[in-house]
């Protein structure tokens, strides 16, 4: 599985209406073949930042969502969002899902 993982910093003005302005982008990512999972977070210690975690089937899917034409869409849509240049951490790992957390479970 492909895992990425993308900190972004929207400028004041767009930070409540950021998943409004992202709308078409995460429907159109989410309804790819190859994608395993696109969600976003906001941080809740910086009301500016949002956290994107994204999952890709192989780098194929990978490679097929950064060519799509939404993803083009985007980053030109974000590109006028943004206060600064997103971090990111991009890597494969084995699996292709989320498991269960060993170390926690409901009680009772």
Do not use: C
Not at 21 to 40: C, K, P, S, V
């Amino acid at each position: 599985m492909i895992f990425i993982a993308v900190k972004f910093t929207a400028r004041p003005e767009y930070a409540d209406s950021w998943l409004e302005h992202t709308a078409d982008f995460t429907r159109a990512t989410r309804a790819e073949e190859g994608n395993l999972f696109f969600d976003w977070s906001r941080s809740v210690e910086d009301p500016n930042q949002y956290v994107l975690l994204e999952g890709f089937r192989d780098g194929d899917a990978g490679a097929a969502h950064v060519g799509s034409d939404h993803f083009k869409a985007g980053l030109e849509t974000m590109s006028g969002l943004i206060a600064s240049v997103p971090e990111i951490i991009n890597t494969e790992i084995p699996g292709g899902s989320w498991g269960p957390m060993g170390e926690l479970s409901p009680k009772g």
